[in-house]
RNA sequence: UGCCGGAUAGCUCAAUUGGCAGAGCGCCUGACUCUGGAUCAGGAGGUUCUAGGUUCAAGCCCUAGUCCGGCAGCCA
């Protein structure tokens, strides 16, 4: 139970912002005993990043005050609304791990009780049946700067209200025909309190109430009934509704009902990548994407897909905060975060993408032997493992440069470098095919440094990854980019549209080669590749034919000291 | 020619009642290192949108502007 004071004197952790503060201050003048918040999505579509954020706001409030949290459907309109994206949203906030106990709420559950209400509301004189049609109603509701006029119906007695009203509910009419409208006032400058639809006609099947009802609420009269009937103390949302909380209290106050507070946030944006329903439809259907869980989606299974933790997008959405501006986050925030969370998490493995063969000429033939490596530096918890090593090897072609370039310390001819936990190895001869492209490197190796270090104390200037070509497992590697080229991928031309900055590569398939203790990794694993990123393992992956996606890029300060090493 | 909201470092955000404008990321420099990663240390970076006003004192309060965003579904 939460007691009063337990909840006022609850550390709000951390964070601190204006809700949290005024929260606090409802608390303190009495306005609300405890907190009770909710995350209330409609089952239309698959959550996205920017609702985790919802989530972490109403979720993360309830924790800080020691209140509670509901998970509830908002789904009062059958036409857009499925029972796989019931299940997927769920999946999607448990996993971001967000509690809602045993209040896994629908608004479909409280029809009967906002009918009831709409009646008490007709009683009052305060809603009317409308016969407008939908062009009608838009024509008579004036406009941003104008006052709209009142209804022909406006006047109707609260019998012949009631009896339209019943007669709705009864199915005696066809959809659109009528609408139950509250009663307010045409000429207000709030557009949503010029005589708002509270119910309209809809003769369409529920996917959890059937054939029940053919009337169904709108938001506006829905939303604020839901929150009183549940009660939530405090309704957070995103600021569009801002000019909705009019109509929110008007209808809890002519009701009489317990009263909840919405305080408004705003929504989350990212760079890079759209965020609405309706351009997930397209990006699929558009074959753009393979799908709404393709990684480079912004939807959560797509990000869980990828190789994201929930760990990063919390602390993400943690680091975004909350204050009353707009704004647009750069993409590489939740990069940097998932790569804090897996540079703790990820176990090391050594992949090699793009190959170049590597011959130790000293290296005895037949023999084949395993060299310990650490699993993770960061947890000495997470062990080591075997690594085979033998006469042929692969090393990433970019590790090497027949003419280095200044500052590139890793291998060239003559020079000596440290295989991670093998050896040291010298380049001491290059095999180039007919067009002179290097296809092997001929090396030797030091059998005195076995394990990566060398007896004398001799430094080398660069540590680079491998594999023994006979042991390696080929992999395919998906290298993930952004899926728009453009920060704001509404930024086109005239007459183009955001489909034009579509990114051409966001989507590289490398085929590559991984160290065989990933043999049997299940799909969803993430493991950092030394010295690549971290890498998932995808759902496409079986076990003969692994398939990975890079979940991240590891800060790559090398591309910048290339760059300036680079002339021009 | 409506209503509502916003504007603080490159970005995202802080700044008790009006009381020395700060943090994270990014950037630069250095240290360390068997990932050119990570980590650690240091640094640069501000006319707090503008113009007035109140005050001992203004990012904060007042006035007038400027710019940006949202709103005219029987969507949520």
């Known amino acids: 139970m939460i007691s009063e004071n337990s909840a006022v004197e609850t550390d709000a952790g951390s964070a601190n912002d204006y809700i949290r503060e005024a929260i606090r201050k409802d608390l303190r003048d009495g306005h609300y005993r405890n907190v009770h918040t909710r995350f209330p999505p409609e089952p239309n579509a698959y959550l996205h990043i920017g609702h985790s954020k919802a989530i972490w706001i109403n979720y993360g409030i309830a924790q800080d005050f020691g209140g509670l949290f509901n998970l509830r459907f908002d789904d009062t309109n059958p036409e857009r609304e499925e029972q796989e994206f019931v299940d997927g949203i769920i999946e999607d906030v448990r996993w971001l791990g967000a509690d809602w106990g045993d209040r896994l709420c629908f608004a479909s559950d409280y029809f009967d009780q906002m009918y009831d209400w709409a009646k008490d509301l007709i009683r009052k004189g305060k809603a009317f049946v409308c016969d407008l049609s939908v062009e009608e109603l838009s024509r ?10 009142n209804s022909p119906f406006r006047n109707r007695s609260v019998e012949e209200n009631l009896d339209l009203f019943e007669r709705m509910r009864a199915g ?13 006032d045409m000429a207000s400058p709030n557009l949503y309190l010029r005589d708002p639809v509270m119910y309209r006609i809809r003769h369409a099947e529920h996917h959890r109430q059937g054939n029940k009802w053919c009337i169904y609420p709108s938001y506006d009269w829905a939303h604020g009934l ?11 949302c995103s600021l569009e509704y801002e000019i909705h909380r009019p109509l929110y209290n008007w209808f809890l106050e002519e009701l009489g009902i317990y009263h909840p507070r919405q305080i408004e946030f705003p929504r989350l944006k990212l760079t890079h990548t759209v965020m609405s329903k309706r351009r997930f439809i397209e990006l699929v259907k558009g074959g753009y994407v393979t799908g709404f869980d393709d990684p480079r989606m912004p939807t959560l299974v797509a990000m869980r897909r990828r190789g994201y933790r929930p760990e990063a997008i919390i602390e993400f959405v943690r680091r975004v905060g909350v204050t009353k501006a707009d704004s647009v986050i750069e993409f590489h925030v939740l990069e940097d975060c998932v790569r804090e969370d897996l540079n703790r998490a990820a176990p090391r493995v050594m992949a090699v993408l793009d190959a170049l063969k590597v011959v130790i000429e000293n290296y005895p033939e037949n023999r084949d032997e395993t060299v310990q490596a650490v699993n993770n530096p960061e947890d000495p918890l997470a062990g080591s493992r075997d690594v085979p090593f033998s006469r042929e090897l692969y090393i990433e072609r970019e590790d090497f440069q027949e003419n280095p370039q200044p500052k590139f310390f890793r291998l060239a001819p003559g020079r000596e470098v440290r295989l991670r936990y093998g050896y040291f190895i010298t380049c001491v001869g290059v095999v180039k095919d007919d067009d002179g492209n290097v296809t092997e490197l001929r090396c030797t190796y030091d059998p005195a440094t ?12 660069a540590t680079i990854h491998w594999l023994s070509a006979a042991h390696a497992l080929p992999i395919e590697a998906r290298i993930l980019d952004h899926l728009f080229k453009a920060s704001n991928p509404d930024d086109v031309a005239e007459g183009e549209s955001y ?45 003969n034919a692994l398939v990975f996606n890079r979940t991240a890029t590891l800060r790559d300060t090398w591309a910048k000291i290339a760059a300036k090493a680079t002339p021009g």
């Not at 590569?505 to 990794?521: C, K, T, Y």
């Open 140 to 149: 008579t509701r004036g406009t941003l700067t104008s006052p709209g006029e």
């Open 172 to 184: 005696e009419f066809p959809d659109g025909a009528r609408t139950l409208r509250a009663k307010i």
């Open 226 to 236: 839901e929150d009183s009937i549940e009660g939530v103390t405090h309704s957070l």
């Open 450 to 461: 076995r394990g990566g270090d060398s007896p004398d104390g001799r430094k080398v200037k």
């Open 499 to 543: 489909l034009s900055n579509l990114n051409p590569d966001s989507l590289r398939v490398v085929r590559g080669f991984v160290e065989p203790s990933v043999a049997n990794a299940q799909p969803g694993s993430v493991y950092q590749f030394e010295r690549l990123g971290y890498f998932c393992v995808d759902k496409d992956s079986a076990p």
